[in-house]
């Protein structure tokens, strides 16, 4: 939601004064997620995930085929708008593989892999935190800075 929220921000003509935008492992259409969970749990997916999930687009109106959802094309708006994505490599819901498309689409971003991490626990588990701390502290400290003088 940050990425879009930020990108919708710029279109409009800046009225938040955003500095910067932190994706914790992100994804980039809404089936990935509620797929991974269903398969995650056993669960039967490829005939009712379709389903629900275009039902549910068209009940949020945003249509069966959830237009203008895709992560990536919004970080893509983003500009010179510092981006940070961090994400665990070994999260079992969102892929890896779209943390980093996102990332590569935004023209300021940085991508952080944090080793052995999953989807729950970049913030609960002590091996972990430090990462997800860093990353955020250094976006918000870049962030804060004064702009350059130029």
Known sequence: MSIRAAAENKDD???????????????ITPPTPARAVIRLRGLPHTINLP?????????????PNW????????????????????????DPVCPIADARTIADAAP???FIQIPGAGHNNLWTDPAF??????????????????????
Not at 13 to 27: F, L, S
Not at 51 to 63: F, K, N, P, Q, T
Not at 129 to 137: I, S, T
């Open 108 to 110: 300021n971003a940085r």
């Open 67 to 90: 237009t203008n959802f895709a992560r990536d094309k919004h970080a893509k708006r983003l500009g010179e708008l510092p981006l940070t994505v961090f994400h665990g490599d070994a």
């Open 129 to 150: 935190e430090p990462a997800a701390a860093r990353a955020v502290a250094d976006t918000l400290r870049a962030a804060s800075d004064p702009p350059a003088a130029t």
């Open 13 to 27: 003509d800046a009225r938040h004064d955003i500095r910067a935008v932190i994706a914790e492992a992100p994804y």
């Open 51 to 63: 389903i629900a999930m275009a039902a549910l687009g068209v009940r949020l109106g945003v249509g």
